[in-house]
């Protein structure tokens, strides 16, 4: 059974960097898209981009220009880099698996959450 | 980008009640569409596929249909574990995008 854990700081500082890590279990990281999605506090989701394991990427245009989604096949991980944060960056930091091929791009398994608080 | 509206915000319902929610997507699409349900403090969790194909381990109870631009998720009969948040997400096209999410609160 494939499982997700987040990992990373909980407290970032406004204008720095937003780091964190996805660690994949039971599942070779080399298949799927593999996703960040966030979510503010109280608030819906959004997704924010993908990476597939050739380093292929995709992001959402919203937050395109501050955004960097990576993979290390040797480690089964994933990881985000969100720079120059405000406190509308606050929230859930979620990563999920998605489908590959076009058609399958739903999200599951999910990751249990990570809460990134910006604030100085 | 696809824009997701669902509705109602917010639904009051007992238990055993037959339950829909509507998301309704801003323009015409394919069937690639999913539901997940969110418990507070929880990551969400899959419930449909395909707009309509029901993930393993889902009960049946739960059930989705819709084309083009309008999707439905509806529960059959209201169990006291399905008070929660329901999202739908359209995959179609990118940025893939979610709705701003149904409350299924106890009356």
């Known amino acids: 059974q494939v499982q997700m854990q987040e990992s990373g700081p909980g407290l970032v500082r406004p204008s720095e960097t937003l780091s964190l890590t996805c660690t994949v279990s039971?599942?070779?990281?080399?298949?799927?898209?593999w996703s960040w999605i966030r979510q503010p506090p109280g608030k819906g989701l959004e997704w924010i981009g993908y990476?597939?394991?050739?380093?292929?990427?995709n992001y959402n245009p919203s937050l395109k220009s501050r955004v960097t989604i990576s993979v290390d096949t040797s480690k089964n991980q994933f990881s985000l880099k969100l720079t120059s944060v405000t406190a509308a960056d606050t929230g859930v930091y979620y990563c999920?698996?998605?489908?590959?091929?076009?058609?399958?791009?739903?999200?599951?398994?999910w990751g249990q959450g990570t809460l990134v608080t910006v604030s100085s | 980008d696809i824009q997701m509206t669902q509705s109602p915000s917010t639904l009051s319902a007992s238990v055993g009640d037959r339950v829909t929610i509507t998301c309704r997507a801003s323009?015409?699409?394919?069937?690639?569409l999913a539901w997940y349900q969110q418990k507070p403090g929880k990551a969400p969790n899959l419930l449909i596929y395909?707009?309509?194909s029901l993930q393993s381990g889902v009960p049946s109870r739960f059930s989705g249909s819709g084309s083009g631009t309008e999707f439905t998720l509806t529960i059959s009969s209201l169990q006291p574990d399905d008070f929660a948040t329901y999202y739908c997400q359209q995959y179609n096209s990118y940025p893939w995008t979610f709705g701003q999410g149904t409350k299924v609160e106890i009356k």
């Open positions: 990476i597939y394991y050739t380093g292929s990427t």
């Open positions: 395909k707009a309509s």
């Open positions: 323009q015409s699409m394919s069937s690639w």
């Open positions: 039971g599942d070779s990281i080399s298949s799927y898209y």
């Open positions: 999920a698996r998605a489908g590959s091929v076009p058609g399958y791009y739903w999200f599951d398994p």
